[in-house]
């Protein structure tokens, strides 16, 4: 028996509404049906996100014991070319503060094998779209 990816990962936010929205115009599907639990999915993964009233709450313990908005760090691939994500996140009028800039990305561990591009979301979350050629 292996681990073979990730399921999903939890952050908590602050600002529901501008997170959800942020993620949706990135590409993200949404799912709102469950407050105070949301999601956002990108093909067989998920980040669940928990609002205030959840991460608040001393009875609600699964969750990291110091974890804040903002906490979270993801680096997503990006399908298409370098190009394409600025032009996207340009369209979006959201800020790159890092890159391009070359990385090692998690498919040949210990080589510079990507290039990414760094903005933050909403809660001041790092998102990283790395793009493999």
């Known amino acids: ?11 908590p936010i602050e600002n529901v509404l501008e997170m959800l929205v942020f993620y949706q115009r990135l590409g993200f599907t949404v799912n ?6 949301y999601s956002v999915h990108f093909g067989d ?15 609600f313990t699964l969750r990291g014991p110091t974890a804040k908005p903002g906490c ?7 399908e298409g070319s370098l190009l394409s994500i600025m032009k996207h996140l340009r369209t ?3 800020s790159v503060i ?9 498919r040949k561990p ?7 591009v760094y903005v933050r979301d909403p809660d001041s979350n ?5 793009v493999y050629p």
């Open 1 to 11: 028996m292996t681990i073979i990816g990730f399921d999903h990962v939890a952050i």
């Open 32 to 37: 709102d049906s469950t407050p105070p639990f």
């Open 45 to 59: 993964q998920k980040i669940n996100m928990h609002a205030p009233e959840i991460w608040q709450s001393e009875s």
């Open 72 to 78: 979270g760090d993801f680096c997503f691939v990006w």
């Open 92 to 94: 979006l009028s959201i």
């Open 98 to 106: 890092e890159g391009p800039v070359e990385r090692a990305g998690g």
């Open 110 to 116: 210990g080589s510079i094998n990507g290039t990414s």
């Open 126 to 130: 790092l998102l990283e779209f790395m």
